[in-house]
């Protein structure tokens, strides 16, 4: 299946589901608080999709059963929501939801403190992993490649002292959740597919505070870190166009 690039309509398109995925994720986020669990966090999220008028993209993949992925701490991304798992002062969360709406989908992640007195070393995390997706979307230009934008992502987390996630990757994003071209969160500057105009891609960096491995547990979808450590996750779905990068999800 080859890359499909959009016309401005589609990325119009495109840009209403972004800013329901945004909606949602703000909603979500103002409920984050200690005793709070990722299941209420779903229900918060899957009533506001519902209310906007858009469907959840994430319920049904791959039979994955929830709108949302909440994956906390040593948790890297497709964290099942849980009525057991209760949010405690000084966790971080990654909330994670993907919308369709008339067609085309929209795709967002944030990583959010819980309580007021997260560490300063995951604060860190949380900033240095943000920082770095926006320096993926700032190589997001015509022209350059996919390696462009991993190798930006990859040195801003490195230079930090972390480490990027290589088993997860970022995507092409339209008509469907996930298309081509894979976006890994490391790459050569000047390798890979390069960016056309009308391109849509997902740039997605899971970061690690230790090691760069993940395994997935036995419920088949929650990615966690190997050694324990936290771990954190950013989301924008770029439009590739002749005047740079544009984000659609915010
Ligand atoms: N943002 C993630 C992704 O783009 C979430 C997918 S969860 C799934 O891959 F359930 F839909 F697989
Ligand atoms: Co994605």
Same mark, same amino acid.
Not at 27 to 46: F, H, N, Q, Y
Not at 156 to 180: Q, Y
Not at 197 to 214: F, H, K, L, T
């Given at each position: 299946?080859?890359?499909?690039?959009? *016309?401005?309509?589609?990325?119009?398109?495109?840009?209403?589901?972004?800013?329901?995925?945004?909606?949602?994720?703000?909603?979500?986020?103002?409920?984050?608080?200690?005793?709070? *669990?990722?299941?209420?966090?779903?229900?918060?999220?899957?009533?506001?999709?519902?209310?906007?008028?858009?469907?959840?993209?994430?319920?049904?993949?791959?039979?994955?059963?929830?709108?949302?992925?909440?994956?906390?701490?040593?948790?890297? #991304?497709?964290?099942?929501?849980?009525?057991?798992?209760?949010?405690?002062? /000084?966790?971080?969360?990654?909330?994670?939801? /993907?919308?369709?709406?008339?067609?085309?989908?929209?795709?967002?992640?944030?990583?959010?403190?819980?309580?007021?007195?997260?560490?300063?070393? &995951?604060?860190?995390?949380?900033?240095?992993?943000?920082? *770095?997706?926006?320096? /993926?979307?700032?190589?997001?230009?015509? $022209?350059?490649?996919?390696?462009?934008? $991993?190798?930006?992502?990859?040195?801003?987390?490195?230079?930090?002292?972390?480490?990027?996630?290589?088993?997860? #990757?970022?995507? /092409?994003?339209?008509?469907?959740?996930?298309?081509?071209?894979?976006?890994?969160?490391?790459?050569?500057? $000047?390798?890979?597919?390069? &960016?056309?105009?009308?391109?849509?891609?997902?740039?997605?960096?899971?970061?690690?505070?230790?090691?760069?491995?993940?395994?997935?547990?036995?419920?088949?979808?929650?990615?966690?870190?190997?050694?324990?450590?936290? *771990?954190?996750?950013?989301?924008?779905?770029?439009?590739?166009?002749?005047?740079?990068?544009?984000? &659609?999800?915010?």
């Amino acid at each position: 299946m080859a890359i499909v690039c959009k *016309s401005s309509v589609e990325i119009e398109k495109m840009r209403r589901s972004g800013r329901i995925v945004r909606q949602v994720l703000d909603a979500v986020k103002e409920i984050v608080a200690p005793g709070v *669990s990722t299941m209420d966090l779903e229900r918060t999220a899957e009533k506001k999709i519902r209310e906007l008028g858009a469907k959840p993209a994430f319920k049904g993949y791959y039979d994955y059963p929830c709108v949302l992925c909440t994956s906390v701490n040593q948790e890297v #991304v497709h964290g099942i929501p849980s009525d057991a798992r209760v949010l405690r002062e /000084g966790d971080i969360v990654s909330i994670d939801c /993907g919308v369709v709406l008339d067609g085309y989908y929209g795709d967002s992640a944030i990583t959010v403190p819980v309580g007021g007195s997260i560490t300063p070393e &995951l604060q860190k995390l949380l900033d240095v992993t943000r920082e *770095s997706l926006y320096k /993926g979307i700032e190589a997001a230009c015509t $022209g350059n490649t996919v390696g462009d934008v $991993g190798a930006a992502v990859q040195q801003h987390v490195e230079a930090h002292g972390f480490s990027v996630v290589r088993e997860f #990757v970022g995507h /092409g994003i339209g008509t469907r959740l996930h298309e081509e071209p894979q976006v890994p969160n490391y790459g050569v500057r $000047g390798h890979g597919a390069r &960016l056309r105009e009308g391109m849509v891609i997902a740039i997605e960096p899971m970061v690690n505070a230790g090691g760069p491995g993940v395994r997935v547990l036995d419920d088949k979808w929650t990615a966690v870190t190997e050694d324990g450590a936290p *771990s954190a996750h950013f989301e924008h779905c770029v439009a590739v166009t002749k005047d740079g990068p544009v984000i &659609l999800t915010e």
